[in-house]
């Protein structure tokens, strides 16, 4: 499988300052894709399949774009293990 494609409707980020979004969502991109390049998250998804929802557990968030970012990644970090068979 050389591509995958991920499709996310909508990130609900209520109270969060706009450099703190940015910041959430730049980490996010940038640790999914790491995740979900690795070579046993591709052999994981390698049939289509939609997952409407994951429920990922209690989650903290550091105040400023550095916790933000961090945040994102761990989120990223978790879709991956989630999706994994």
Do not use: N, W, Y
Not at 4 to 17: F, K, N
Not at 18 to 32: K, W
Not at 42 to 63: D, F, I, Y
């Amino acid at each position: 499988m050389r591509r995958i494609h991920v499709t996310i409707d909508r990130i609900a980020l209520a109270g969060l300052d706009p450099a703190q979004r940015t910041a959430l969502v730049e980490g996010l991109q940038a640790e999914l894709s790491r995740v979900l390049a690795s070579p046993a998250a591709r052999s994981a998804l390698a049939g289509s399949r939609r997952t409407p929802v994951l429920c990922l557990g209690h989650m903290t968030l550091a105040p400023g774009p550095s916790g933000s970012r961090a945040f994102g990644a761990g989120l990223a970090r978790a879709i991956g293990r989630r999706l994994k068979p």
